[in-house]
Structure formats: C-alpha cells, structure tokens
C-alpha cells in the first residue's frame, strides 16, 4: 500500500479589482475634494451602443448594497457587483485631448470596441 502526499497547489494572486492612474487619481481627487465632495464614484456597465456595453459611471451618497470598494492611490470608488466579471484588471485613466477630456478604461477583458469608441465586448 503506497501513500502519497502531495504538496498543497499554491493559490494563484488575482488581480485587482481595478486599479487608477495618476492622471485619474489626481482627477478623482479635486473631484472628491469640491464639486462632489462627500460622495463616491460608482462605476458599472450597462447596455448600450453598438458593441453592447458601455461603462457607467455616476456619483453616489453611499454605497449600495450590491457595490465593492476599491482603494487604490489613497481614494475610494465603488464597482457594481454584477459589473465586477467585466472589470477585472481594469485601470481606469484620466485623458485630456484638445476638444475633450475624462474617464477612459484600459480592460484587458475587451474583444473590441465599436467605431466611436462608445461601447465594448468582451
């Protein structure tokens, strides 16, 4: 009768959640400190466009019950549970182009996106 003992399998570290920027972080930042002082960003996803989704984001008094912290850089956002899946490894950035500027999503969990850039797959 043979015994063996196999060493236990290491768990593998998953990602964050989501991570910011420094552009997004600073952005975030003046945003928390005046115009939405006292609230969070939540940030979810949400049926739309050509390509079916499109992020969410919207500034809330407190959490919801279906919302996960993340804390990154010091500030605070809330993820829609039932956006998190989609989410995964995601950092969020802050872009300045010359007719516009805000939020944009580098997600490693995109297939693609539509022309306009409005929406995405996975």
């Known amino acids: 009768m043979s015994t063996s003992t196999a060493a236990p399998r290491s768990k593998r570290e998953l990602p964050p959640l989501m991570s910011l920027s420094e552009g997004a972080a600073e952005r975030l930042r003046r945003l928390y400190e005046k115009a939405e002082a006292g609230r969070l960003l939540?940030?979810?996803v949400k049926t739309k466009?050509?390509?079916g989704m499109a992020y969410d984001l919207t500034f809330v008094d407190e959490p919801g019950p279906g919302d996960e912290?993340?804390?990154d850089k010091g500030l605070t956002v809330l993820v829609d549970r039932k956006a998190s899946l989609y989410l995964i490894g995601t950092m969020m950035d802050y872009e300045v182009k010359p007719m516009s500027a805000g939020f944009?999503?580098?997600n490693p969990?995109?297939?693609g996106r539509c022309g306009c850039?409005?929406?995405f797959h996975v």
Do not use: A, D, K, L
Request: a neutral charge; one cysteine or more.
């Open 42 to 44: 939540r940030i979810g």
């Open 49 to 51: 466009g050509c390509s």
């Open 69 to 71: 912290r993340v804390t």
């Open 104 to 106: 944009v999503f580098v």
């Open 109 to 111: 969990n995109e297939q």
């Open 117 to 119: 850039g409005e929406s």
